[in-house]
């Protein structure tokens, strides 16, 4: 027998499965059981996940982007001020006296003036090396927080979470992520104070907190 044309054969079918459906009383397709609806919600999640994939992409390379901006800035600001410090002044500061070295005082002068023109700067501090590696002692400290003066020569205990503050000592060093002290989350970097003949006297170190970073 001939075979009936493959349009024949689809009109058959289709009447054959109409006349399934009809022979079933109350027989109604579900909303998700209709192929165009999964189709729909297939399409809606794949969608929504190259959405999302794309977004968490677009912020990454975007934070990215601004730290580094910031760390460059952070570089810029410690170099600068490694060469204007003068490391010998600040070795022969009596302890004290330290509240009328007018040398000092014209210090904390330049540093509140840089806090004030960079307000994403938190704080400006100048530490000095003492004969344990891991306990800096502090000479200057300007925050943007009146309420936190620390006093000439307080010890500052050096942390594992900060540990990178160390070779500040020898090299500028400035974080890759932010880190956690007593002070707060920050990101921060350091230069090296040098005296005249080549020693290490100390370091001088920059803060901008977490909630500065967040709001750039």
């Known amino acids: ?47 929504t996940a190259i959405l999302s994939i794309m977004g968490v992409v677009y912020y990454e390379v975007t934070y990215s982007t601004e730290l580094e901006a910031l760390q460059k800035r952070i570089h810029s600001t410690v170099m600068i001020l490694s060469r204007r410090l003068d490391a010998n ?15 000092l005082t014209g210090v904390r002068e330049d540093l509140k003036a840089i806090c004030a023109d960079d307000t994403d700067i938190s704080s400006i501090y100048i530490f000095a090396k003492t004969e344990d590696p891991r306990v800096l002692r502090f000479i200057a400290n300007v925050d943007d927080a009146p309420t936190k003066k620390i006093a000439f ?16 000592l020898d090299a500028v060093t400035i974080e ?41």
């Open 153 to 168: 020569g307080t010890p500052y205990p050096v942390k594992d979470e900060v540990l990178l503050m160390v070779r500040g």
């Open 89 to 103: 002044r600040l070795a022969t500061i009596d302890p004290t006296d330290a509240a009328n070295n007018a040398y």
């Open 1 to 47: 027998p001939k075979t009936p044309p493959a349009r024949l054969r689809t009109s058959v079918t289709a009447d054959m499965m109409r006349g399934m459906v009809d022979s079933q009383p109350g027989f109604v397709l579900r909303p998700w059981q209709r192929f165009h609806v999964r189709l729909t919600l297939l399409m809606g999640l794949v969608v």
């Open 176 to 216: 890759d992520e932010m880190t956690r002290d007593d002070f707060g989350l920050s990101l921060s970097g350091y230069a090296p104070l040098r005296l005249a003949n080549g020693d290490a006297f100390g370091l001088v170190g920059v803060d901008i907190l977490a909630p500065n970073i967040e709001a750039m």
